[in-house]
């Protein structure tokens, strides 16, 4: 596929009605260990899992760094790829137009809570970017209201989120990410004023169920750093045990 098959596919995961789980992902062999997976549709990169993976703080990595790590994650696979990409590094439309180079198809660009009015114009240039790239980028906009919102009451941050969300959608973007833990209410609060299939979430712990949030409207599912919090988590158990005299699993898989 070209990348413009490759984008009008992950458009059409986010438009469908089943929810789109993405298993978040850091690296190529971490890419195609997900993407051998027969309920792989698409993946997505894990912005603070690819900076920790070069010794960076969430959102302290270099553009030029993550364009090209992403880039070997889209060459890897031959499924669509979305990208974490923070911020947009201070010139999102420049930097869609490099992701997009390197085979990727979509984004995750956050507003980090900016004026309102700067936050749609960083939309408006992501999207007219990637059409002077001849590619529809699926961009997941997000927005901080919630995890940025500070002491204000979640009506309040919930009330910023559907602006922004709407804003986002009316300049252009596929989807508008939400972060933070949602409820059913809250959820659906979202959901009646972004759009149906246009809201996505994080599945944190206590989040609802992938299942839940689809019945509720929700576009798309991901699950950021707590993939490769659980990898981790597998490989700093597994140490303990070779410690103690363990042996290796007879039950790993080769799957590097």
Known sequence: MTNADKARTLID?????EILRVVNIW?????????????TKALATAGHSIAATFG?????????????????IAAGVDLPVTADLDDGYGDAGE????????????ANIEDRLAPFAESVAKVEAIVKAAEAEGVPFA??????????GGDKPLADKLTDAVQRGRAFIEAGATAVFVPGVLDADATRTLVDGIGRNKVSVIGLPGALTAAEYEALGV????????????????LQDLGT?????GVIPESTRALN
């Open 219 to 234: 576009s798309r599912i991901s699950y950021g750093p707590m993939t490769q919090r659980v990898a981790l988590t597998a």
């Open 241 to 245: 045990d070779l410690y103690a005299n």
């Open 95 to 106: 930097t869609t137009r490099l992701a997009i180079g390197v085979g990727v198809v979509g």
């Open 139 to 148: 961009l997941n906009a997000r927005t901080d209201a919630i995890v940025r």
């Open 13 to 17: 995961l986010y438009d469908a009605p």
């Open 56 to 72: 960076y703080a969430d959102g302290q990595i270099p553009r030029d760094l993550m364009i090209d790590f992403v880039g070997r």
């Open 27 to 39: 690296d190529v062999v971490s890419a195609k260990a997900v993407a051998a997976l027969p309920e």
